[in-house]
């Protein structure tokens, strides 16, 4: 399959998982992060909008819409992320053959994608935050769970980061990608479990 040939986003849910499952390399592991990102960027924004025009709600509603608005362009970006990390695995795999120089300039370009997704998740575990004090209480595992699934994805996009970084020659530029995720990861965690052990708290005390 060639690179421009990738239409997951088009295609029916049941082939996506179908093809991931395949003994094939696209998709793989990458697009699967972002796939997982976009997850949990779909589900805050679900509870955004089971959560504007509310009355109970009516104190953050500025937040919210500001909220909504940034959501729904991360959930574009990571949507078209789990198309493109195929293509660059294919120029990848295509230009190690070929050129080294130009091998290593779509690895780099693989890194920042999935760099980018750690960043986002900083973004989406800190909405979660923000809605599970502020979202409908009626969707509160669905805040938690895209929490989760942020964290998740941000620990997805580190490994493929990583496999990448084995094959790039510019150590420079692969220590200030080191640098970065290792201080945005314990962020991400750190929020995303607040969310979760404060859910999982209500949610027991509900079931009691």
Not at 53 to 63: A, F, S, T, V
Not at 118 to 128: D, H, K
Not at 149 to 167: E, G, P, Q, R, Y
């Amino acid at each position: 399959m060639s690179a421009k040939n990738f239409d997951y986003l088009n295609e029916p849910l049941r082939s996506y998982i179908n093809s991931l499952s395949a003994e094939t390399p696209c998709p793989g592991g990458g697009s699967a992060a972002a796939c997982v990102a976009a997850l949990s960027c779909a589900l805050i924004g679900m509870v955004i909008r089971y959560t504007c025009g509310r009355e109970k709600y009516q104190l953050y509603e500025e937040q919210l819409t500001r909220i909504r608005i940034e959501n729904d362009e991360i959930l574009q970006k990571l949507s078209e992320y789990i198309e493109q990390d195929s293509s660059l695995y294919e120029h990848i795999r295509k230009y190690t053959k070929e050129n080294l120089s130009l091998a290593e300039k779509y690895l780099k370009k693989s890194v920042q994608m999935h760099l980018d997704i750690c960043r986002i998740t900083l973004r989406l575990t800190g909405f979660a935050e923000f809605l599970f004090c502020n979202g409908n209480k009626n969707l509160l595992s669905d805040t938690a769970i895209s929490a989760e699934f942020a964290f998740s994805a941000c620990k997805a996009a580190k490994i493929n980061i990583l496999i990448n970084l084995m094959s790039i020659m510019d150590k420079e530029f692969c220590q200030d990608i080191l640098s970065e995720i290792e201080s945005m990861e314990k962020d991400i965690e750190n929020k995303s479990q607040r969310v979760y052990i404060e859910s999982v708290k209500r949610l027991i005390t509900k079931s009691k």
